[in-house]
């Protein structure tokens, strides 16, 4: 019932920039929390930055100051700039929603995750 697809990963050199985006589409009443999470091999899956339906956004500590994480309402999609890339930035990023659907039960999707690769 609810979809997101992604787009934006890829390989880029340390230092450089990537743009993820993730765009919600189905039948859903709203959309609460939009973010992204990432998981590099062998670790666990991580929040990277979320954008909350309250309008705040929030980030892992490794990220803050690097990563911005932002919102379009009206696309039901969720914008995250890197810059100063690391190699140890180096993961599959999902994004992640949660919200109501038309019949007010709660949703929580996953995207299919798109690979950053952060050469050294």
């Known amino acids: 019932q609810v979809q997101l697809v992604e787009s934006g990963g890829g390989l880029v050199q340390a230092g450089g920039s990537l743009r993820l985006s993730c765009t919600a589409s189905?039948?859903?009443?709203?959309?609460?929390?939009m973010g992204w999470y990432r998981q590099a091999p062998g670790k666990q899956r991580e929040l990277v930055a979320v954008?909350?339906?309250?309008?705040?956004?929030n980030y892992a500590d490794s990220v803050k100051g690097r990563f911005t994480i932002s919102r379009d309402g009206t696309k039901n999609t969720v914008y995250m700039q890197m810059n100063s890339l690391k190699p140890e930035d180096t993961a599959v990023y999902y994004c992640?929603?949660?919200?109501?659907?038309?019949?007010?039960?709660?949703?929580?999707?996953w995207g299919q995750g798109t690979q950053v690769t952060v050469s050294s």
């Open positions: 992640n929603a949660n919200g109501l659907l038309r019949s007010m039960s709660t949703f929580y999707q």
């Open positions: 954008f909350t339906s309250g309008g705040s956004s």
């Open positions: 189905g039948t859903f009443f709203s959309i609460l929390d």
